[in-house]
């Protein structure tokens, strides 16, 4: 048997101690849609370079160890929350995947909208609940990972007509003194002309390698409007993958920024089905890697009706050995006439031993269709370091501005300022790090 084989051996050992023990309270069909997605991983197993979604993605480290569920929570993770809780928002606090109420901040609940723990929403049969499953098992072994070990997570409910300015701020933490997984789950349902602000951030508290395996799904009834925020704050042994599934009906928005700022392997997944005339999707993303840690972005936005517009944006920041991946797949099916799609990809190389992979793709079935991407790998700009030398910039003033100008365009787009300026404010004293530590090895 070979080490891959035995990982997921031990992950279906440990599925079964799951379903005996804590799980087995759960309704009759989470039961079900578990041995589903079980069944669904047993086939698909872990994935391997020699798949083509998974060519530059090394999982290996992530089958090989024995992670288990942990038992308890993080320690004292409070101070964690403090640092990067969003003030004034509706705040729920997952620990190792469960909701802590002691954590949240459920007070200031705003008319029209519901936030609170899945499980209580499962077992009280909350019609919301009936969307589990938008993100597919069947093909996706993550996904299927994490269903498999569906127990709890964020459930955020808008109702039809209600416009939330209070932002719903997600904060999931992962910690313990063994090597531990999670499998969160944050399920948003935003009905008919509804707006809101959504953060989700997916922390890693410090201790051994930890593994991060969450679903993000988000259904959007007609004309609904939903601004998501989705950062990753992992530490350097942690993995981090995430699965997002949107679904948005006629025309509904739903624009999502991606903010990677740590771990030492980390994969999005991130896929849009527009599902209704006139739809809209934003798929954006910025990081940052550095040392020899991994980011690898997939996204998947599938045109399934005409009159629809979609934008994407990724921009990377890559020093020391650090790889990179960015996998964009635009589809636009047969009758999705007068579709509008952008896809551009940039990465910004520090260092010569950093790298990215990157691969656009476009099936394009319809023919009445406006869809381009491009591509930009390179280093910094050599005139416009000699223009702001020439007026007067140092060369390290030079390079931090043309760095901050860059990542900038798609921090700027993040829609809850609290939260923006906290990122901003982490990733420029991470980026200060790292070009410091460059700096010395010249």
């Known amino acids: 048997m070979t080490p891959v084989a035995e990982g997921l051996d031990s992950y279906l050992v440990e599925h079964e101690r799951f379903v005996r023990g804590r799980g087995d309270a759960a309704p009759a069909w989470v039961k079900t849609l578990r041995g589903q997605a079980r069944d669904a991983f047993e086939r698909l197993g872990f994935p391997t370079t020699r798949q083509e979604e998974w060519r530059f ?7 090989q160890t024995a992670f288990k569920l942990p038992e308890g929570t993080p320690t004292n993770p409070a101070p964690l929350v403090s640092r990067v809780a969003v003030p004034g928002a509706v705040r729920i606090v997952l620990l190792n995947g469960r909701f802590a109420p002691e954590l ?66 997600v ?13 969160p789950r944050v399920l948003m349902v935003a009905g008919a002309g509804s707006q809101s602000n959504v ?6 508290a410090a201790g051994e390698a930890h593994f991060t395996n969450a679903v993000v799904e988000a259904s959007l009834a007609e004309q609904a409007i939903v601004n998501c925020c989705l950062d990753q704050r992992g530490t350097e042994g942690s993995f981090l993958v995430t699965n997002l599934h949107v679904r948005a009906d006629r025309d509904s928005s739903f624009k999502l920024r991606t903010i990677t700022l740590g771990g030492r392997l980390v994969r999005n997944d991130a896929t849009a089905v527009l599902a209704g005339e006139g739809a809209h999707v934003d798929l954006d993303g910025c990081y940052l890697a550095d040392g020899s840690s991994l980011v690898d972005n997939h996204t998947t936005i599938d045109h399934a009706m005409p009159n629809c517009t979609s934008h994407e944006l990724y921009k990377g920041i890559l020093d020391g050995k650090a790889k990179a991946v960015f996998n964009g797949r635009i589809i636009v099916r047969l009758d999705a006439q007068k579709t509008d799609s952008k896809q551009t990809n940039r990465a910004l190389l520090l260092s010569d031993e950093a790298t990215i992979n990157s691969n656009p793709q476009l099936e394009i079935f ?16 050599e005139e416009a370091m000699f223009y702001l030398q020439a007026r007067g910039l140092n060369q390290k003033d030079a390079r931090d501005m043309l760095i901050h100008a860059y990542a900038g365009e798609v921090l700027e787009r993040i829609a ?27």
């Open 104 to 169: 949240s901040d459920l007070t200031t609940m705003p008319v029209g909208l519901k936030v609170g723990s899945l499980a209580a929403a499962i077992a009280q049969g909350a019609p919301e609940c009936g969307v589990l499953g938008l993100q597919p098992s069947d093909t996706q072994p993550f996904a299927a990972l994490n269903t498999a070990f569906l127990e709890d997570g964020a459930l955020i409910v808008v109702r039809k007509g209600a416009v939330i300015e209070t932002p719903v701020h």
């Open 57 to 63: 993605t090394n999982v290996s480290a992530i089958a």
């Open 416 to 442: 809850i300022p609290q939260l923006r300026t906290q990122l901003e404010r982490e990733l420029f004293k991470q980026l200060e790090r790292d070009l410091a530590e460059h700096d010395r090895a010249q």
């Open 366 to 381: 319809a023919d009445d269709v406006k869809c381009t991407h491009g591509a930009a790998v390179g280093q910094l700009d």
């Open 171 to 183: 904060i999931s933490i992962a910690g313990g003194a063994a090597k531990t997984m999670i499998h």
């Open 199 to 204: 953060a989700v951030s997916l922390l890693t």
